[in-house]
């Protein structure tokens, strides 16, 4: 085969993407790239489902807790990182799996990231004190008035993605999405998304069980571990804030377990926002066999690759 493919597998978080990546590696005999980002970081592991090590022994696995969580490792960091493992691995490889959540890391990987303008350090600086004094509620609304469009896909629980932003809006007095989607380089390989679909009380009963067992599997007690570090970026995320706001003494554990769950939910749908603008996307039902599936992805490959 003298095409190679790079088979991307999304969807919201909890959904079973980890699961369909192995097997789609097990059956093309091939490796899988982690496109989670908060994977990335080897002091989080609970708190990010991490894969089991059953999990990982079943497919070779790259970009899984490679990284600290006192590095700094961009999506551009990830993109260059990824071309040139995914350059190596195409050597012997026809077919690479990539699973993840982060639609913009998978998005960097197949289509090359959007040039933005150089940003002048004194506005980045600003932005951080600024929300240092008035917290991310400020920065959230400051992103709203300058670029309506980006505001409703973005995290708004992220403040490095909403820094990025909003450091972009202010050094070119234009919206942040008006960088976006610009012509990239050409890759050498072709691209499969394969999206796993389901209802969405299915996506919020999965996420509610998957905290339940988080907290049941020592979450508490991974977020007491790094709560000093709580002011990393790596930690601004979903399932560490809550805990950190209970053992600061600010709310009670119930009360940070269904934060957890609720924001876990709000991040599943702003996933699910930044999917649906893809076209590209082959969706397989939730629950679907596994030789159906594979199936699908055959016939897919067949049709649309090597007509």
Aim: hydrophobic share 40%.
């Amino acid at each position: 085969m003298s095409t190679k493919v790079l088979l991307a597998v999304v969807g919201p978080t909890a959904i079973g993407k980890t699961s369909l990546g192995i097997q789609l590696a097990k059956h093309f005999d091939t490796e899988i790239i982690s496109a989670d980002s908060r994977q990335f970081f080897k002091e989080m592991e609970i708190g990010t489902a991490v894969p089991s090590e059953e999990e990982l022994q079943q497919a070779t696995h790259h970009f899984i807790q490679h990284k600290s969580i006192n590095d700094r490792y961009s999506v551009g960091d990830f993109e260059k990182d990824a071309i040139s493992l995914l350059s190596e691995l195409f050597q012997n490889k026809d077919i690479v799996v990539m699973v993840g959540g982060s639609g913009l890391y998978v998005d960097a990987v197949i289509s090359g990231l959007d040039e933005f303008p150089e940003v002048n350090p004194k506005i980045r600086e600003e932005l951080n004190n600024q929300l240092d004094r008035e917290g991310i509620k400020n920065l959230q609304d400051e992103l709203m008035l300058l670029d309506p469009e980006y505001y409703n896909t973005v995290d708004l629980e992220n403040p490095h993605r909403l820094i990025r932003a909003l450091e972009v809006c202010r050094t070119s007095g234009k919206p942040y999405t008006s960088f976006l989607n610009q012509p990239k380089p050409k890759r050498p390989f072709k691209s499969l998304y394969i999206g796993i679909d389901a209802p969405r009380e299915v996506i919020y009963d999965r996420i509610n069980a998957r905290v339940d067992l988080m907290m049941e599997t020592g979450l508490l007690e991974e977020a007491e571990q790094l709560y000093a570090y709580r002011h990393l970026n790596a930690l601004q995320t979903v399932g560490y804030k809550e805990l950190f706001e209970y053992i600061g003494g600010h709310c009670s554990l119930d009360f940070a377990v269904s934060e957890i769950k609720k924001n876990t939910r709000r991040f599943a749908k702003r996933q699910l926002t930044w999917l649906r603008k893809n076209n590209d996307i082959l969706w397989v039902p939730f629950g679907a066999k596994s030789e159906d599936i594979l199936q699908i992805v055959m016939d897919r490959l067949k049709t649309d690759l090597y007509a």
